[in-house]
DNA sequence: GCGGAAGCGGAAGTACGGTTCCACTTGTTT
DNA sequence: AAACAAGTGGAACCGTACTTCCGCTTCCGC
């Protein structure tokens, strides 16, 4: 982002196009190991053209992720409009795990198994914590799930299922694990089966 | 593994002990990017010592996560002297992840997101798979617990539980997952709730 | 206690990959 | 179409960390 969009020059503007898409592309195959210059190959530039439009390997990383957050509050704008607030809830976590299913870069990411402090998202990150809390509060309050689900459960579960999809890749085992969880979160239509009670510290965490 | 036991020199034995628990130790602490000089000043002995008694850092971390599969197949073993075929369960699961807890090398082992193949524990693997799908071959018997669980489940929910105590630390966070999952894992008393139906690929997923 | 095999230490070798730098090219403005 | 700023390419640089190598030390059987 050190570049004014404005004042670019049109080729530096097809460029940075580019390398973004070779970098989504590499990323999401060969994970964050990915190298600087093969992405610069695959987009055609040299390296100092990357370079020029991301300072640093992280930075470009970042953006990639970062789109992520942003299709993620997508989907789930998306799902708000469902009427039932269960299928809402339930297709906006299905249609996000969809949208990442190839991307293991991502899901690296999302499992926070590189260092990379992904530093510069926090906005989108927000952006995203504002409407899935909506469409919590909503499932909640219709007594479609488990009362006391929240944003922090829903990331929860998002790295867990982004954990199976790149330890475990093929269609049917995320599904598999994304059925068992909701089946959880998903309370009986009668009312009040009590979870079961291993851990005396479960409840202590910390809010939001 | 390149020298015998019996024939190894008593300070050999000695410094290779210091080695793997040094090794342990800073593994589990910084995670597979420890460096090896790093376990070996903490071993106390030189660069050259590690690299006599484990051929490449791989090998090194390798033998850190055999042993941790070992120590699942004893808790296993453990847990299946409980009477009640739910509760063997859940002892099991529970205290396999509290054996992980501080094990943040392991905990990305599980993951699988370094790229090291671990190859090397397949023995202790299946010795592992052994156990567990007694115990819930036991639970399924019993009508304790959802009737199509089986190991692979087991393995899918300790990855996802081990992303999220790396992701999130903190005691209340991982067990709030462990709860979760448990709770649509279990089977209701009265018997048939069905799994939320999302996904249509659930299913198909090959056996073992 | 001697001899030699086994083991040790750590400096140097090496590979790898991110980042810099600058001579050269291209787009844009007038 | 001239002139200059903006952009480009990629060889070279540099830091990091794994691994090797070999002269020295320690153990242990005789």
């Given at each position: 982002?050190?570049?004014?969009?404005?004042t670019?020059?049109?080729d530096?503007?097809?460029?940075?196009?580019?390398i973004?898409?070779?970098?989504?592309?590499?990323?999401?195959?060969?994970?964050?190991?990915?190298?600087?210059?093969?992405?610069?190959?695959h987009?055609?530039?040299?390296?100092?053209?990357?370079?020029?439009?991301?300072?640093?390997?992280?930075?470009?990383?970042?953006?990639?992720?970062?789109?992520?957050?942003?299709?993620?509050?997508e989907?789930?704008?998306?799902?708000?409009?469902?009427?039932?607030?269960r299928a809402?809830l339930?297709?906006?976590?299905?249609?996000?795990?969809?949208?990442?299913?190839?991307?293991s870069?991502?899901?690296?990411?999302?499992?926070?198994s590189?260092e990379?402090?992904?530093?510069?998202?926090?906005?989108?990150?927000?952006?995203?914590?504002?409407?899935?809390?909506?469409?919590?509060?909503?499932?909640?309050?219709?007594?479609?799930?488990r009362?006391?689900?929240?944003?922090?459960?829903?990331a929860?579960?998002?790295?867990?299922?982004?954990?199976?999809?790149?330890?475990?890749?093929?269609?049917?085992?995320?599904?598999?694990?994304?059925?068992?969880?909701?089946?959880?979160?998903?309370?009986?239509?009668?009312?009040?089966?009590?979870?079961?009670?291993?851990?005396?510290?479960?409840?202590?965490?910390?809010?939001?």
């Open positions: 982002m050190a570049i004014d969009q404005r670019q020059r049109a530096a503007r097809r460029n940075r196009e580019r973004i898409s070779a970098g989504r592309e590499l990323f999401a195959r060969e994970g964050p190991q990915v190298q600087m210059d093969e992405i610069a190959t987009a055609g530039v040299g390296i100092g053209t990357v370079y020029r439009h991301f300072p640093t390997k992280e930075a470009l990383l970042t953006a990639m992720v970062r789109d992520r957050f942003r299709e993620f509050a989907i789930a704008l998306l799902a708000e409009e469902i009427a039932d607030p809402a339930q297709s906006m976590i299905l249609r996000s795990a969809e949208a990442v299913e190839g991307d870069g991502f899901q690296l990411a999302m499992m926070g590189n990379l402090e992904w530093e510069g998202i926090e906005e989108e990150k927000a952006a995203l914590a504002e409407v899935v809390t909506r469409i919590i509060s909503r499932a909640t309050a219709a007594g479609a799930i009362k006391d689900f929240c944003f922090e459960d829903f929860m579960m998002m790295c867990g299922i982004t954990s199976t999809m790149y330890y475990q890749p093929g269609n049917a085992n995320w599904r598999r694990h994304v059925d068992l969880i909701l089946y959880g979160v998903c309370a009986p239509d009668d009312g009040q089966r009590p979870a079961p009670r291993l851990s005396s510290g479960a409840r202590q965490r910390q809010s939001v």
